[in-house]
């Protein structure tokens, strides 16, 4: 069993996948890149409150995420722009020399999966729980 204070560890965010690619060699695995929105302002800039007016060009948190989903999604381009969640603090694993930095969430076996996703439009990076 997981505790709720472990459960609470795990952070969830909504990704939104702009793109999707098959991994040659690997039919089960699609290679996504997931945006999750703007970066955190940096310590180093400071607070958005001590910016005195600056513009700050904050980059997007773009990440790679590997993910078991191509037998069901055999045409990965089906799956661009969809809203889903996925779990963001996991460790980087790293699978045929590709680094996966998440995981989405689906439910179903391998040949059936079906894509979790928020039922109304909210922003990518937006936290689940």
Request: with cysteine; charged share 25%; aromatic share 4%.
């Amino acid at each position: 069993m997981v505790n709720i204070d472990t459960f609470k560890q795990t952070e969830i965010r909504i990704g939104k996948i702009i793109s999707a690619e098959k991994v040659e060699g690997l039919d089960k695995i699609l290679k996504l890149q997931v945006d999750f929105g703007l970066k955190p302002i940096s310590s180093e800039i400071g607070s958005p409150e001590h910016l005195d007016g600056q513009d700050v060009l904050r980059e997007h948190d773009i990440r790679q995420i590997l993910s078991g989903i191509g037998l069901t999604f055999t045409d990965p381009d089906v799956l661009i722009g969809k809203l889903c969640p996925f779990v963001t603090n996991l460790e980087t694993r790293t699978i045929k020399d590709l680094e996966s930095q998440g995981m989405i969430l689906a439910l179903g076996d391998p040949t059936n999966v079906v894509l979790l996703h928020p039922g109304s439009d909210v922003a990518p990076g937006s936290l689940v729980g």
